[in-house]
Each structure stands twice: as C-alpha cells, then as structure tokens.
C-alpha cells in the first residue's frame, strides 16, 4: 500500500518552478498553490500584473490534491438554513456561487485544454438511516422548488440500481454535480499560470512578513520578495506567520483509501451509477470511482487535526471498514492508498473572503472547496484588481473561534458527540 496521494502518484509533477532564490518586486504575491492560489496567480498574470506564486511545498500539496474529487453542486446547508441566516438574496447568491463554480472550472479547463477528465457525472446524497429519509426528501423538495429544478429524489430502489449496496433508503440527485483527476488539474492550472506570465516557487514556505513602504516584504527560506498586495490561500495549512486566520479555522484531518482497480464485472456489481456519493451520517463518508476504476473511499474517520502517517494508517483501517459495511462485496479487495489531509473548518462551516490582516485572502472551505476555491481564487484576483462585487462572501463577519489559540484541542470532544448522534436509529 502506497502512503500518498493517489492523485499525486498520478499526475506528472509541474515542472516550472523557477530553481533560484525568492527575490524581486511584483505587483501581488499569492501564497499557497492549491485552486485558490493556482487561479489567483492564472487570471492576474493574463490580466497583464507580475505575480509571484510562493508554495510551501509542490504545487497541490495541500487539499486541493488530496480531496475526494468531488465538486458538488449547492451548499453543504440547507438552502432554508442559509436563507434563514442571510436572507433571500444573500441565500441565492452563495448557493449561486458553488454551481458557477463549476461552470467556471469547466470554462478553465476548456480555454487552457487541461486534460483532467472533467465529467457531469451527478451527486448522490444518501439516506444511510430511514430516518433520515424525510429531512432528505423535505430538502429535496425545498431545493427544487427555491434554487435547482434539475434536482430529484431517487426510491431505495432507483439507489439499488445505482450501487451493489443495499446501506441506503433513498437518495437525492445532484446532476450538476461533476468529478475530474484533480491532480491533473492542479497542475494544468500551475502551467496555465506559468504561460501567462507568473513566477512560481515551490518548497519556499513564506516564514516572515514586513511592511515595507511599497507593500509587504515576505520572506522564505532561500530569500525575499516584495509585492504591492498579498493574496493569502493557504486554508487549512495556514502557519502561525498568519495567526489572525489560524485563530478562525479550525484544521481538521480527513482521510482516504483507494482500491486497486476494479474489472468492469466488480464495477457493475458495485458502483455502476459512477457519480460522486456522499451519505448522510454526521460523521459522513464520501466515495466515487477514479477514472481507472478503483473505489475512492473517504471520510474523517478520528477526529483528529492532524495528518501523518501513524493517523492515516489508523484511519485507513476504520474506513476499510467502513467501506465494506457499505460494499460487502469488497472484503477481500487489497487496498492501494492510503492518506490524509487537512480541511479547513470555520465555527459556522462558510467560507470567508475579503480583506484583513493587511491581506487578502481566501479559505475556511470546511471541506466543501473543491469546487468554489476555484471561483474564490478569481474574486481574490479581482479584489486585487480593484473589483470588489463579485465576491458572494462579502461583509460576512468572522470572530475568533473562542478558547482557540491555533490547535483545535476541542476535536476528540467533537468527534465523540458526532459518532453518539450516528449511533441512534
Ligand atoms: C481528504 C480531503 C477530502 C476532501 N474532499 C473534498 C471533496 O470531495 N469535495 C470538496 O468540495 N472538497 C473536498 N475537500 C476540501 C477541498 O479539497 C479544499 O477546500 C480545497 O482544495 C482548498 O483549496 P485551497 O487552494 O484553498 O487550499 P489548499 O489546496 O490546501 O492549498 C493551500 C496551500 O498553501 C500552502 N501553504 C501553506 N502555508 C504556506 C506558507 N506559509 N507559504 C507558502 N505556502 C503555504 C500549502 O502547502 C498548500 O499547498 C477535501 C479536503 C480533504 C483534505
């Protein structure tokens, strides 16, 4: 079993980083190469501004390629909660902004010709309780009737048809919803951003920031820049360089395991629908196939703010088992991947994005980003821009997170709670 990334294991590394010290004045700097950083750096370098990108590591590192591939459609609330939070228009518009989003990464890909298998293959929420087949419905409905008619339920007995697993007792359909190899796509956008001009640095973590007279000093291991503005898209792997934001997010580990691939026979037999499918427990699985046809299987599995090796191999053993509650079929199926990464969690679970902090910045996805962490990365170019309309997140107020200093020590506590409530009927 391979402890990486089976979207890093299988794409071709980006191969333009500049190989020199960080040095030189830019117009902005963006910190952070995952989708919010990636499309920052692409659409201000083809609007004709010197932009330098500065990553820790390598290009999607981070979540960005290490996620479950899913970019859903609609919001991870209720539309009526939203609604009942911002009002109607506010409501409209950010559940607006994850269906644009996918448009807009559709767009990208067409225009830059990123082959990453971008496919309209459609969500599934499933009931994993019969009780829960009524909240479902009743959001099916409200979803329909307020912001999507293309949604519609799915009877046991359609979801039979969908998946060799007879866990679930209905489902609602998303078909908007799309998947693609977000390894290939990582990298694709790192190019993109590349032709059109930015300068790019991998394994440069930014580890000190000064205000300068014309902008921000930031400053890296092999040297220093300085840019006018500074686009913060670092999410979850925010350091404490950055402590105002790391004091609104909580990092939360999320977990994976990859299959070997399955023969069409083993397909058929269990996920011949091939969307993306998450269910509806508190502490949720996530699971689809890849294009080579194994099973990706995620979830939080433990509650736990860290990734590494000893907590992804724990982890990846209670998913398998997870997994196999779901897919008997799959007992006896060797497991390929195994890994974790970090989402990004606010208190209230949206995103955030504007100006603070002498930055403008992006994040808090709360592991729902895939999708919109595209579109956040182009309103932070616009605000950089000048342009501040066309962010779906303005105004929205966000405190410090009480009794949290940057280390979630709250999670066990959390985690315990969650799997108490998914244990009842
Ligand atoms: C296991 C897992 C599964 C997920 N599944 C899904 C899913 O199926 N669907 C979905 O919608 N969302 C999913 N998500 C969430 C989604 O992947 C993220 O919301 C999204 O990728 C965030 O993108 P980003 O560019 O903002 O941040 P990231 O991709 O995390 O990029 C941040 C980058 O900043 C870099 N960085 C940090 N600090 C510094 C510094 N000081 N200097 C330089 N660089 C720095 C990091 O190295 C990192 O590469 C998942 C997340 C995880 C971890």
């Not at 117009?27 to 501004?49: C, D, H, M, P, Y």
């Not at 007995?157 to 290939?184: C, Q, T, Y």
């Not at 996920?271 to 099973?295: E, K």
């Not at 990706?296 to 990846?316: C, E, I, K, P, Y």
């Amino acid at each position: 079993m391979k402890f990486v990334s089976y979207w890093h294991d299988t794409s071709v590394p980006f191969d333009n980083a500049v190989a020199g010290p960080v040095s030189g004045e830019f117009e902005v700097a963006v910190i952070g190469a995952g989708f919010t950083g990636l499309n920052a750096a692409r659409q201000l370098a083809k609007s004709g501004l010197k932009v330098a990108l500065l990553e820790a590591e390598h290009v999607g590192y981070g979540a960005s390629g290490r996620n479950g591939g899913h970019l859903n459609s609609g919001h991870f609330a209720s539309f009526g909660a939203i609604k009942a939070r911002f009002g109607d228009a506010q409501a409209r518009r950010l559940w607006q902004a994850y269906d644009d989003s996918i448009d807009m990464i559709e767009a990208i890909i067409d225009e830059e010709k990123i082959d990453c298998g971008f496919r309209r293959g459609g969500k599934l929420k499933l009931a994993s309780k019969p009780s829960h087949v009524k909240k479902l419905q009743a959001m099916c409905d409200e979803i329909r009737r307020e912001v999507d008619p293309t949604v519609e339920w799915l009877s046991r007995e359609d979801v039979r048809k969908e998946l060799g697993s007879d866990a679930f007792h209905g489902a609602v359909l998303s078909p908007k919803s799309a998947m693609m190899h977000m390894g290939h796509y990582a990298i694709g956008m790192a190019q993109a951003a590349h032709r059109h001009g930015a300068t790019i640095w991998e394994h440069n973590p930014v580890i000190a920031r000064e205000r300068v007279p014309n902008g921000w000093r930031l400053t890296t291991p092999t040297g220093s820049l300085v840019a006018r503005q500074v686009i913060l898209a670092t999410d979850a792997y925010t350091t404490e360089t950055f402590g105002y934001f790391r004091r609104r997010m909580m990092s939360v580990a999320s977990f994976i395991i990859v299959t070997r691939p399955l023969t069409p026979e083993e397909v058929a037999a269990t996920m011949p629908g091939n969307r993306n499918y998450t269910n509806s427990l508190n502490i949720a699985n996530y699971f689809r196939l890849t294009p080579d046809n194994r099973v990706l299987f995620g979830g939080r599995a433990r509650f736990s703010s860290a990734s590494n090796q000893s907590t992804d191999v724990s982890s990846g053993q209670l998913l398998r088992k997870q997994m196999v509650d779901v897919f008997p079929q799959l007992a006896d199926v060797e497991i390929d991947y195994c890994w974790g990464g970090l989402v990004g969690c606010t208190q209230d679970r949206y995103p955030r994005a504007g100006t603070a902090d002498g930055v403008i910045y992006g994040m808090g996805y709360s592991g729902h980003g895939a999708q919109v962490s595209t579109l956040i990365g182009s309103v932070l170019a616009d605000i950089a821009m000048g342009r501040k309309d066309t962010n779906p997140l303005d105004g929205m107020a966000w405190r410090a997170v009480p009794m949290h200093t940057g280390k979630p020590w709250f999670l066990p506590i959390v985690g315990a709670y969650y799997r108490m409530k998914d244990m009842l009927p």
